[in-house]
């Protein structure tokens, strides 16, 4: 089945250690979007990238890194930077503005 | 900034319509305007979305005000599944940023 794919659910990492977080998509989007959420709040964009080895930083770019080497993989790291890294990461495809977008299911970051 | 406002909290009777209300008062010629929705620890889910004409869809309809600076998704019949944070977005390129949303409940 098409869908995009986050894993893992669950990370646990100790702080000072980087953290990679996985997104694919077999939609053949070319858009790629990453949020963090923290417990009762919205949605904030840290990355998104339009197209392959293009991508741009988003509200929340501090601490964190990306890469679009292949379309249908977008990961996400979580550098030892980020002061507060426990959240609950989402990852999200499109093709264009007027046409919808998919969300993987989170992974819930903790870090200890 | 968010692009949106919208009322932090909602609430419904089961098997009742819900008219969700969404400011946009400084959207463009070419934003378009979409919703998802989103539950407990899962990823958002698309509703509808919608430029200048009002849409239905098997889960709900959009409906658009004539000069664009509001709009209302409405949920013709709330469920116990309806209960969630419904988000209202615009889109004019390939950022895509969430507010806060509202939070929908559905009482029995």
């Known amino acids: 089945d098409g869908g995009i794919t986050q894993s893992p659910k669950y990370l646990f990492r100790k702080e000072g250690q980087n953290v990679t977080l996985s997104c694919e998509q077999n939609l053949n989007h070319d858009a790629m979007y990453w949020y963090r959420q923290d417990p009762g709040q919205g949605l904030r964009l840290i990355y998104y990238s339009q197209i392959v080895n293009d991508f741009q930083k988003g509200d929340i770019a501090e601490g964190y890194s990306v890469s679009r080497e292949k379309k249908e993989s977008f990961p996400l790291t979580v550098t030892s930077a980020q002061k507060n890294p426990t959240a609950f990461y989402l990852c999200?495809?499109?093709?264009?503005?007027?046409?919808?977008?998919?969300f993987g299911q989170g992974t819930r970051l903790t870090v200890v | 900034d968010a692009k949106t406002t919208q009322p932090n909290s909602m609430e419904s009777n089961e098997e009742e319509p819900v008219h969700l209300p969404c400011n946009h008062s400084?959207?463009?010629?070419?934003?378009?305007i979409h919703w998802y929705r989103q539950l407990p620890s899962q990823g958002p889910e698309y509703v509808i979305h919608g430029l200048t004409s009002n849409v239905n869809n098997r889960m709900a309809s959009l409906a658009i005000a004539e000069d664009r600076k509001s709009s209302t998704l409405i949920l013709h019949r709330a469920t116990l599944r309806d209960a969630a944070v419904y988000y209202c977005?615009?889109?004019?390129?390939?950022?895509?940023?969430f507010g806060a949303g509202t939070r929908l409940t559905v009482k029995p």
């Open positions: 977005i615009l889109r004019s390129n390939n950022d895509m940023r």
């Open positions: 400084t959207i463009s010629g070419t934003d378009y």
């Open positions: 999200a495809s499109s093709v264009r503005i007027n046409t919808e977008a998919f």
